[in-house]
């Protein structure tokens, strides 16, 4: 008689024809048992299998895994939990998860913070984020090697990612300063990324025959620009294009 179990033999003991952890002696039955969560009962004679009964069947192992991740706001986003988690410090370990953005993606988002959900085991966590750029595909993956459920059961590597879109503010102005006859400062609601597009001097135009001649530096929420000559205690006002 054959004892088998779904997950690998602990021991075995061989009297017969039949296979086993131990190898094959001649005549008579074969005998193996084993550690696992599913088991069948199998005799086996030299000449075929006499009989086969099962005996139980258990609930498979498996790892646990990321169900799905959403961004909240432009700055938290939840990651969702197959079962309830062990709420203890590889939880809420930073180092645990990496939040970026896909090829071609936004901009990279930076955190500090891992909050779970306000239960016993909770069963998502929540990341406070810098600013996500609006649109763009981010991923977030949770580490194999870090959380696990209650039971010590580890993360698949295989299912410890989520994709979603994200969710952003689009800057406006503030105000427009005059710091003198040919300069003029443009305040944003937020700091604003040095690139080439925001140095094109074409997609800043003030009315009233007042033109932009360069883009002379972008600091912080700041783009200073150089204009032809203002005339004084006239009001002008500013469009910029996409």
């Known amino acids: 008689m054959a ?13 017969g024809e039949g296979q086993g952890a131990g190898g ?9 048992s084993s550690a696992g969560l599913a088991k069948s009962v199998v005799a086996h004679v030299s000449a075929g299998i006499a009989s086969a009964s099962v005996v139980a069947r258990g609930e498979m192992v498996s790892y646990v895994r990321v169900s799905s991740v959403v961004a909240l706001s432009s700055t938290r986003i939840r990651i969702n939990f197959d079962r309830p988690m062990l709420d203890d410090s590889a939880l809420r370990n930073p180092a645990n998860y990496t939040v970026q953005p896909t090829v071609g993606g936004g901009a990279p988002v930076y955190y500090t913070t891992i909050v779970p959900e306000d239960e016993p ?60 006859l040919n300069r003029a400062d443009v305040i944003f609601t937020e700091a604003m990324e040095d690139n080439a597009a ?15 001649l360069a883009v002379l530096d972008v600091v912080g929420d700041t783009v200073k620009l150089v204009t032809s000559d203002q005339t004084p205690g006239q009001l002008y006002t500013l469009t910029i294009s996409n």
Do not use: H
Request: glycine share 12%; with cysteine; net charge negative.
């Open 24 to 32: 094959n002696t001649p005549g008579g039955l074969c005998e193996v």
């Open 121 to 180: 085991e909770p069963t998502y966590v929540e990341i406070p984020i810098s600013e996500m750029t609006d649109g763009p595909v981010y991923e977030a993956i949770v580490f194999a090697s870090g959380p696990t459920d209650p039971e010590g059961t580890p993360i698949d590597p295989a299912n410890n990612s989520g994709t979603f879109v994200g969710i952003g503010i689009d800057p406006e102005v503030m105000r427009v300063e005059s710091t003198g």
């Open 3 to 15: 004892t088998i179990v779904a997950y690998g033999l602990a021991q075995a003991s061989v009297t």
């Open 198 to 212: 925001i140095r094109e001097a074409s997609r800043y135009a003030f009315d009233g025959g007042l033109s932009v």
